[in-house]
């Protein structure tokens, strides 16, 4: 019963969905006003101030022109146009927004999505709590009831009496709140995409993405997978079934369809892929990474990029079966054109560990010949000589 409130919820506020319910007022010079507020403000500005000069802000005006655009095409030119965006060096799914305006994107959410429709779907579940204000009230709730907490360890300490479950109410209770933002928030972007020109239907489609790898992930590192029905008593998120069932249900009664512009998004992508791709095989999860490199094949095929990937996932497991596959990605990644020198390298590392010698020791030899200044040259070498 749990999994469809929900969808009651959204049925609710989006009855008349056809019609296109409509938005909340949006008010884009919204300035603090009291205590919490200032405090907020001017913490989120601080650090905003320090991400400018990270060195994991991806510092290039195409890809953040590129983000900024899905972004405004989901939500309004209105609304977008006082965001500042930050797209980040970080190999996971992740967005967030700040209450004094700044969002930043990160690299691993980039990897994952399949099209601009499911990053709008993203970006826009971002802004929809941006715009709600949730920020703010989530830190009132939360200062609330840890204060609460306190004087009741305090006073529990003096009476001599039990206060764990009174504690534990109080953090249920924040963190079911939070709950219902993510709830609030899922509704509204779903409002958003009704008016864009990306599907509905994308915000459900992003949510079974993120089920299946949770299940590889799962697989990878020999459990069983399972997609819980109901959210957990700490859990901040509905579940993600949950999500892809009611947002389903949801963009099927809207009715409202559209280009979720994959091929756009996969041409953008396409020159940061390999710096996505290395993050994310560095994250040592086999079964996930396994699962996003089949996927973005299953839309744009094996191409030199995901073959190379596929091959560092292998190396890096280090079976001796997984070296044998390892060795044939790389190859296959040659064949289609890939042509990074280090191809050539982790492949004679392959098929030396696996003791074809000979094989390794022509694969390191060109290596070496397209690279000769390489900083590992010496050790190359040394390797070819055993």
């Known amino acids: 019963m749990a999994r469809f409130l929900l969808a009651a919820a959204g049925v609710a506020l989006l009855g008349a969905a056809p019609q296109r319910a409509p938005l909340p007022t949006y008010s884009a010079a919204y300035e603090p006003r009291t205590v919490d507020e ?33 972004l405004c095409r989901t939500v309004g030119e209105e609304r977008c146009n006082t965001v500042r965006i930050y797209v980040m060096e970080v190999p996971a ?16 959410l980039l990897l994952r999505v399949q099209n601009e429709g499911e990053l709008g779907a993203v970006l826009g579940h971002e802004f929809a709590h941006f715009e709600l204000r949730h920020s703010l009230r989530g830190f009132k709730k939360k200062r609330t009831a840890s204060d609460v907490g306190a004087w009741v360890a305090v006073l529990g300490g003096l009476a001599n009496t039990d206060t764990s479950f009174i504690q534990l ?8 709140f939070d709950r219902e933002q993510e709830q609030a928030a899922d509704l509204l972007a779903l409002q958003y995409l009704d008016r864009s020109p990306y599907p509905s239907s994308a915000a459900s489609e992003l949510w079974q993405h993120v089920m ?28 993600e079934l949950n999500r892809a069932l009611t947002l389903g249900a949801l963009a099927a009664k809207s009715g409202h369809g559209g280009d979720a512009a994959a091929t756009a998004y996969r041409a953008a992508i396409a020159p940061y892929l390999p710096l996505f791709l290395k ?27 995901l073959l190379f990937a596929r091959g560092e ?26 042509s990074a020198p280090e191809v050539h390298r982790n492949l004679g590392l392959s098929l030396l560990r696996s003791g074809r010698g000979a094989d390794a020791k022509a694969a390191l030899t060109e ?20």
């Open 279 to 305: 993050g994310q095989v560095g994250l040592n999860d086999f079964g996930g990474s396994e699962y996003i490199l089949s996927l973005l094949a299953k839309n744009s095929g094996w191409n030199g990029d």
């Open 313 to 338: 996932l292998y190396r890096l497991r280090g079976n001796p079966r997984d070296l044998v596959s390892a060795a044939q990605f790389y190859g296959e990644a040659i064949k289609s054109g890939y």
């Open 169 to 176: 109410a109080l953090i249920g209770s924040m963190f079911k």
């Open 212 to 239: 299946g790898e949770a299940d590889a992930t799962a697989v990878g590192r020999g459990r069983k997978p399972k997609q819980r029905y109901t959210a957990g008593f700490f859990d901040t998120h509905p579940t």
């Open 38 to 70: 200032r405090g907020m403000w001017m913490e989120a500005d601080e650090q905003e101030r320090r991400l400018r000069d990270s060195p994991l802000v991806i510092r290039d005006e195409g890809l953040n022109r590129y983000v900024r655009g899905v």
């Open 93 to 108: 799914f992740n967005a967030m927004m700040a209450p004094n305006g700044s969002m930043t994107v990160w690299s691993g």
């Open 367 to 386: 290596y070496l010949r397209l690279k000769p200044d390489a900083a590992d040259a010496k050790t190359i070498s040394s390797l070819m000589q055993n």
